[in-house]
């Protein structure tokens, strides 16, 4: 079992910038991955970012390439998602969520992560 727990979210104007982190507890050495999701209402749950765990490697989404930057603290077994510029279509609530194997990874497919945090509101008024 992995616990997440997002923080860091808030209300923000556009152009602002916001870090949202990403707490992991209990099985942690067993992750593969990260991945950042957000959810606007409405709408479905789409992929934002991720990095793997050991290497860094990290995968964007096209709708937030060049803003936002994900980036781990393997010994505080955090991610972060730094969000720059921010656009009011940014507004979603952020969740997280673990990978725990390397196998058929796709970063961009929620299904491929085991666990999930709560998420976290992100809003960015105009």
């Known amino acids: 079992q992995v616990q997440l727990v997002e923080s860091g979210g808030g209300l923000v104007q556009a152009g602002g910038s916001l870090r949202l982190s990403c707490a992991a507890s209990?099985?942690?050495?067993?992750?593969?991955?990260m991945g950042w999701f957000r959810q606007a209402p409405g709408k479905e749950r789409e992929f934002a970012a991720a990095?793997?765990?050991?290497?860094?490697?990290?995968y964007y989404a096209d709708a937030v390439k060049g803003r936002f930057t994900i980036s781990r603290d393997n010994a505080k077994n955090t991610v972060y998602l730094h969000l720059n510029s921010l656009k009011p279509e940014d507004t979603a609530v952020y969740y997280c969520?673990?990978?725990?194997?390397?196998?058929?990874?796709?970063?961009?497919?929620?299904?491929?992560?085991?666990?999930w945090g709560q998420g976290t509101q992100v809003t960015v008024s105009s």
């Open positions: 969520a673990a990978d725990m194997s390397r196998t058929l990874f796709r970063p961009s497919t929620p299904t491929t992560y085991d666990y």
């Open positions: 209990g099985r942690t050495s067993s992750v593969y991955a």
């Open positions: 990095i793997t765990w050991s290497a860094g490697i990290t």
